[in-house]
């Protein structure tokens, strides 16, 4: 089964950011992914679709969850991919 990619749309200054970050890296103890983390700062078309909804995940490309970033729904998308 391929390696699952997580995608963390963020920016500087975002404490539900690092929330959302550390939630990811917590499930990367458990789970086979690689993280990318994205600054919608520095893209037009990233800031206008999430300036107000970050932090955004996405997991294989389809978005997982945004705002308040739950580890059990990540834990389960993941679970669902494997």
């Known amino acids: 089964m391929p390696q699952s990619t997580i995608t963390l749309y963020t920016r500087n200054g975002c404490p539900l950011c690092d929330k959302a970050k550390a939630?990811?890296?917590?499930?990367?103890?458990?789970y086979n992914f690689s993280l990318e983390e994205i600054d919608i700062e520095q893209d037009?078309?990233?800031?206008?679709?999430?300036?107000?909804?970050i932090p955004v995940v996405h997991v294989d490309g389809e978005e997982a969850a945004y705002g308040f970033i739950d580890k059990?729904?990540?834990?389960?998308?993941?679970?669902?991919?494997s």
């Open 23 to 30: 939630t990811l890296l917590e499930l990367k103890e458990e």
């Open 44 to 53: 037009d078309e990233l800031h206008e679709r999430y300036g107000l909804m």
């Open 72 to 81: 059990y729904e990540i834990s389960n998308r993941l679970q669902e991919k």
